[in-house]
């Protein structure tokens, strides 16, 4: 199966987020369409995290997403439940803004409360378009794609450059590069193919075409 989005929405609650879920895809796309990363909470208010934002912006680039298709939210880490209304007016505010066709963020079966959170609102928010979850491995338990996108080797490579930007995270066994690999091999011998990156289909709107 084909697909495509003319515009397409990223949508992670914090910075590395997107990243972890579906970095070798955002090189795949990043030049044949257009793009649109939203982080909600830029961890700043962490003394331990002061250096994310940048890293996150190091990463992205390294994607292939330029600074100007990536913004960061007003949101506070840990306590997205508190500010539902408020982002759910957030995210009418950026369907009206971009326009979005297609749309990416956290899997239903995450279980941290942010991630959480802002999928249901996500859902809430842009009824009527395509919503797929990513995985974040730390915090997706019970996750199994059900939608699966081809990536290359070239993808790959860029997806573990990318994270090793994350010099704040690189302790972390979710920053792994092995256990990066190892996650889109095995997507990619549920599809059949060397690579890919697998989501959960929380919404598809579509036509059966000619």
């Known amino acids: 199966m084909n697909f495509f989005g003319k515009r397409v929405l990223f949508l992670g609650a914090h910075p590395d987020d997107i990243e972890l879920g579906c970095g070798a895809l955002i090189h795949q ?5 257009q793009i649109l990363c939203v982080t909600l909470s830029d961890n700043q208010k962490n003394p331990d995290l002061k250096n994310v934002r940048d890293e996150h912006l190091r ?6 997403v330029p600074e100007e298709k990536i913004m960061f939210g007003p949101f506070s880490t840990r306590v997205f439940p508190n500010s539902r209304q408020d982002i759910l007016e957030y995210f009418l505010k950026l369907r009206k803004d971009f326009k979005p066709d297609l749309i990416f ?3 239903k079966q995450d279980v941290h409360q942010d991630h959480n959170t802002m999928t249901d609102e996500a859902l809430r928010a842009f009824r009527g378009i395509t919503v797929l979850g990513f995985d974040v491995v730390r915090s997706s338990y019970g996750f199994f794609p059900h ?3 081809e990536v290359t080797e070239e993808d790959v490579i860029k997806k573990v450059e990318a994270l090793a930007e994350y010099k704040t995270y690189r302790d972390r066994y979710y920053f792994n590069s092995e256990l990066t690999r190892s996650i889109m091999v095995r997507h990619g011998a549920l599809a059949e193919r060397p690579f890919a990156e697998g989501f959960d289909i929380l919404r598809i709107v579509g036509s059966f075409g000619d």
């Not at 796309?29 to 369409?33: Q, S």
């Not at 990463?59 to 292939?64: A, D, F, K």
């Open 29 to 33: 796309i990043a030049k044949k369409t």
């Open 59 to 64: 990463s992205m680039n390294i994607l292939g």
């Open 147 to 149: 939608f699966l996108v």
């Open 105 to 107: 963020t956290h899997s």
